[in-house]
């Protein structure tokens, strides 16, 4: 290795970590974002390639979902995004207390979307909507289910990053936070929207 390539490396943010040298917040962070990527991508194949064989079913199913609880969640874990971006921002300038404060944000309004999903999940099975009901109920309460899993621990890692508070554990939650966001931007529409 040259000098030149020696001082380049240390400028990275996680040198020796090759291609995920250059990404903000702890490269084991971004190892699971990548996997857990890698399972959504599995779980949207297989949903299209089934819906493709039940057409009818799918569509049928999905007009019984109500798109404007999806459409609020959407609103309201972008703009939860957006604080927990602002929080690396206010950590970046050396402002704990801003940060805490976006990271506040983020959290409550991670807990508004849970509290929404959780009114949805209760009228659904209250209609007798099981997953059991049919191939698109299945899928609904799968991924819907898998992703709430992945905002209930993004809960978590926000308060253990508010409480333990430093630039790295800043970066590393927002990014794991950021792929929540990602999910839902094509659950939403996959689920309530598409047809």
Not at 48 to 64: T, Y
Not at 88 to 105: D, F, P, S, Y
Not at 145 to 164: D, M, S, T
Request: glycine share 10%; net charge negative; charged share 15%.
């Amino acid at each position: 290795m040259t000098e030149r390539t020696l001082r380049q490396d240390t400028a990275l943010p996680n040198p020796g970590w090759g291609p995920l040298s250059a990404l903000p917040g702890n490269p084991l962070m971004w190892v699971l974002i990548l996997s857990e990527m890698l399972v959504f991508a599995a779980f949207f194949g297989l949903f299209a390639w089934l819906r493709a064989g039940e057409r009818d079913v799918f569509d049928a199913s999905q007009q019984l979902l109500n798109p404007v609880a999806g459409g609020l969640n959407t609103l309201v874990l972008l703009t939860s995004g957006l604080f927990a971006a602002l929080a690396v921002e206010a950590i970046g300038r050396g402002e704990t207390r801003r940060c805490r404060q976006w990271l506040g944000g983020a959290f409550a309004l991670g807990v508004v979307f849970c509290v929404v999903k959780v009114v949805e999940y209760a009228d659904k099975l209250g209609q007798g909507l099981m997953p059991e009901t049919n191939t698109f109920f299945t899928f609904y309460y799968l991924l819907t289910g898998f992703h709430f899993a992945h905002v209930l621990f993004g809960l978590g890692l926000i308060a253990l990053v508010a409480w333990k508070i430093s630039h790295d554990n800043v970066e590393t939650a927002a990014a794991f936070w950021h792929m929540v966001d990602l999910i839902w931007i094509l659950l939403y529409p996959l689920l309530y929207l598409l047809r």
